[in-house]
C-alpha cells in the first residue's frame, strides 16, 4: 500500500469517527438531569438523610461562628470589658467548630461511599445493557467507542455524585443563609457590597452554551483516541507486516494532538471563572472597607457588625466559586451523561416478544420461508430464501464470499431477523420463541476464534458454567484438543491471555470446539470453522464430527469443499440465491456451480 492511499484510508477513518460519534446536539435539561440523579434513588433512605444531616450541622456551625466573633464578642464582651463572657463564647467557638470538624468527617465520608455506589450502579447498567444489544449496534461502532462509554464518561461522573450532590446543597443553604443574615444585619451594607452580583451572573450565562460544547467536544476525541488505540494495538503484527509503523504514529500523533486542543480549548473556559469570582471577592471587599469605614463612622454600625460583615463576605465568594465548579462539573456530566443515555436509549433490533414461548426442548429441524435480508436497507444480503433442513441433518452451504451464507447463520442463530419472510424451528417461527431458550439451543464455531483471558478450562467451559471438570476433558478429548493442553505446562490450567496468543490458530479453533460440543446444542453451526486448521488436525476433527454431529442439526459453512463431502445436503449460493442444491455426488453429476468449485479447489491443490 502506497503512501498516498495509507493517507486516504486514514482520512475514510476519521470520517469513519465522526460518523458513528458526533457531538450531541441537545439542549441542557433538568429532565434529563434528573434521570442521571435517578440513580441515587436506592440511597435515598440509607446515606443521603445521615449526609445532609452531617451537612445541616456544618453549615449551621459556619453561619453561628462569625456572628459570636463580630456581634457578641466585639460589641458585648470586649466593648463592655466583659472577660467571663468572652471566655464562655471563646469555649463555644471551640465546640462549634470540633462539631463542624466531627460532621465533615461523616459528610465526605459518606458521600464518597454514595458517589462510588451510583457509579458502580451506572456501570454496571450500561454494561448490561449493552451486552443486549443487538449485532447491528456494533456494526457500526468501534471497540474503543464503546469503551469510552463504559469506562471514560462513567468516571467523569465521579466527581458529581461524590463532591457535587451534597456539596451544592449545602452551598446554596450556605449562600441563603449569609443572604439573610446580611440583610438582617444591615441592608445598606448588604445591597452594596452585593452590587457585582447580577454582572456574575450575567457573564456566566453567556458562557454556559460555550463550556458544553467544549466538554462535549472532549468527550468526542477521547472516544476517537481509544478507538484508534484499541485498533493499533489489535493489529500491531498488520502495521508491523506492511512497515506503517510512522504512518501509524502519525495519525496517532494527529489524534491525540486533537484530543490534547479539546482538553485545553475546555479548560480555558473553565479557568475563566475563577478568576472571575475572585475579582468580585476583591470589589466587594473595597466596597465594605470603603461603604462600611463610612457607615461606622456615621453611627449605623457597630464595628462588631462590620467584622461579621467581613467574615460573611470573605464566607460568602468560597460558595460561589464552588458552585461555579460544580456547574463545570455539571457540564462534564451532561456532556458524559448525553452519550451514556444515548447507549441506553438504544433498543435491540432483536427483541423478544412480550408472549414469547418457552421451548426447552428443540429438535433441530430448522425451515426458511422466503426470507429477504438487508444490512443497509440497500443492497439485499439475501433474495427470498427457501430451505428446509432435518432435524439431525448435516447442511452445508458452499459459495463464494459475500453469497450469504454466513448471513443465513446469523439468521438461524437471531442474531438478526430478516427483512421479510420467517424462520423456524420445528415449525415454530423463532420470533415467537425466547430469546435465551432459542441461542442456548444454538452453538456457533467461528473462523476467528475468540479465546478469553483465563485457563483452558475456563475457556471451554464458557458455553456452559456448570460443567464439572470431566465434562470439559471430555469434550476436549472428543475434538482431540486435550493433544495439545496436554502437552502444554499446567495443561487444563494453563492460563492463556486476551484472544489466546500463546496458542496456535488451530489451537485456538480447537478450543472453540470444544466449547461449543460442550454446550451440547441441538443446532451447530461452523462457520469457516475448519479453514485456518492443517490437514492433519482436519482429519482428527472430522472423525469426532462424524460422532459428535449424530443427533444434532448442523450448518456447516465452508470454502474447503473436502470438510463437507459427506454432508447430507449441500447448497451453492450466489449473491444472495440458491443456484442449486444436494450431495455430493449428485452436485458432481449436474457439473454446475458446485462442479466447478471442486475442480477449481482441486487443481489448485495440485498446483500447490
Do not use: C
Not at 457500526?140 to 471514560?152: D, K
Not at 439451543?441 to 476467528?448: A, E, F, P, Y
Amino acid at each position: 500500500m502506497n503512501k498516498d492511499a495509507t493517507t486516504e484510508s486514514r482520512r475514510g477513518k476519521e470520517r469513519f469517527y465522526y460518523k458513528t460519534d458526533n457531538v450531541i446536539e441537545k439542549p441542557f435539561n433538568w429532565k434529563q438531569l434528573s434521570r442521571l440523579f435517578g440513580y441515587m434513588k436506592p440511597y435515598l433512605k440509607t446515606l443521603i438523610p445521615y449526609a445532609i444531616l452531617s451537612m445541616i450541622v456544618g453549615t449551621a456551625v459556619r453561619l453561628i461562628v462569625p456572628i459570636i466573633i463580630g456581634v457578641y464578642a466585639f460589641d458585648k464582651a470586649i466593648k463592655n470589658k466583659d472577660y467571663t463572657l468572652l471566655s464562655i463564647l471563646v469555649a463555644i467557638t471551640a465546640l462549634l467548630y470540633l462539631a463542624n470538624y466531627i460532621s465533615n468527617v461523616y459528610r465526605i465520608r459518606l458521600t464518597n461511599k454514595l458517589g462510588q455506589y451510583v457509579i458502580h450502579d451506572l456501570r454496571k447498567h450500561l454494561f448490561n445493557h449493552v451486552q443486549r444489544l443487538s449485532h447491528r449496534f456494533f456494526d457500526s461502532r468501534s471497540a474503543g467507542s464503546i469503551l469510552v462509554r463504559i469506562i471514560n464518561d462513567v468516571n467523569s461522573l465521579q466527581d458529581l455524585f461524590t463532591n457535587g450532590v451534597i456539596n451544592t446543597l449545602m452551598d446554596l443553604v450556605m449562600l441563603i443563609g449569609i443572604f439573610v443574615i446580611l440583610f438582617s444585619l444591615s441592608p445598606q451594607l448588604a445591597l452594596a457590597v452585593l452590587i457585582v452580583m447580577p454582572l456574575m451572573f450575567l457573564i456566566s450565562t453567556k458562557l454556559r452554551r460555550s463550556i458544553r460544547r467544549s466538554w462535549q467536544k472532549v468527550r468526542l476525541k477521547m472516544s476517537k483516541l481509544n478507538s484508534h488505540l484499541n485498533e493499533s494495538i489489535q493489529g500491531v503484527r498488520v502495521t508491523q507486516s506492511f512497515t506503517q509503523e510512522k504512518e501509524n504514529m502519525s495519525f496517532f500523533n494527529g489524534v491525540n494532538t486533537e484530543n490534547y486542543d479539546a482538553w485545553r480549548e475546555a479548560t480555558q473556559k473553565n479557568a475563566v471563572f475563577r478568576p472571575f469570582v475572585d475579582m468580585s471577592n476583591a470589589i466587594g471587599s473595597v466596597i465594605l472597607i470603603w461603604y462600611g469605614s463610612h457607615l461606622i463612622n456615621v453611627g449605623t454600625i457597630e464595628i462588631g457588625v462590620f467584622v461579621s460583615f467581613a467574615f460573611y463576605l470573605g464566607m460568602f465568594w468560597a460558595p460561589i466559586s464552588r458552585l461555579g465548579q460544580v456547574y463545570n462539573q455539571l457540564l462534564v456530566a451532561m456532556a458524559s451523561s448525553e452519550r451514556i443515555f444515548e447507549f441506553l436509549d438504544e433498543k435491540p433490533n432483536v427483541k423478544e416478544k412480550p408472549d414469547a414461548k418457552s421451548m426447552d426442548n428443540i429438535n433441530g429441524t430448522i425451515e426458511l420461508s422466503d426470507v429477504e435480508f438487508s444490512y443497509d436497507e440497500t443492497r439485499k444480503a439475501l433474495k427470498g430464501i427457501n430451505l428446509h433442513i432435518e432435524a439431525g441433518e448435516a447442511f452445508a452451504l458452499v459459495g463464494h464470499t459475500g453469497s450469504g451464507k454466513t448471513t443465513i447463520a446469523n439468521l438461524i442463530g437471531r442474531f438478526y431477523d430478516p427483512t421479510k419472510g420467517k424462520v423456524s424451528f420445528d415449525g415454530i417461527d423463532i420470533m415467537d420463541i425466547k430469546l435465551d431458550e432459542l441461542r442456548a439451543g444454538v452453538s456457533t464455531v467461528l473462523q476467528d476464534t475468540f479465546v478469553f483471558s483465563g485457563t483452558i478450562m475456563e475457556n471451554i467451559r464458557f458455553g456452559r458454567p456448570d460443567a464439572t471438570d470431566d465434562e470439559v476433558i471430555k469434550a476436549a478429548e472428543a475434538v482431540g484438543a486435550n493433544h495439545f493442553i496436554e502437552r502444554l505446562a499446567d495443561g487444563f490450567l494453563t492460563e492463556v491471555e486476551e484472544r489466546g496468543n500463546v496458542l496456535s490458530v488451530g489451537e485456538r479453533q480447537l478450543l472453540s470446539f470444544a466449547r461449543a460440543l460442550l454446550a451440547n446444542p441441538k443446532i451447530l453451526i461452523l462457520d469457516e470453522a475448519t479453514a485456518s486448521i492443517d490437514t492433519e488436525t482436519e482429519l482428527i476433527i472430522q472423525e469426532a464430527m462424524k460422532k459428535l454431529l449424530k443427533g444434532r442439526t448442523s450448518i456447516i459453512i465452508a470454502h474447503r469443499l473436502s470438510t463437507i463431502r459427506d454432508a447430507d445436503k449441500i447448497v451453492v449460493m450466489e449473491e444472495g440465491n440458491i443456484l442449486e442444491q444436494g450431495n455430493h455426488d449428485e452436485l458432481m453429476k449436474k457439473h454446475g456451480k458446485y462442479f466447478e468449485l471442486v475442480v477449481s479447489q482441486f487443481n489448485n491443490a495440485e498446483i500447490a
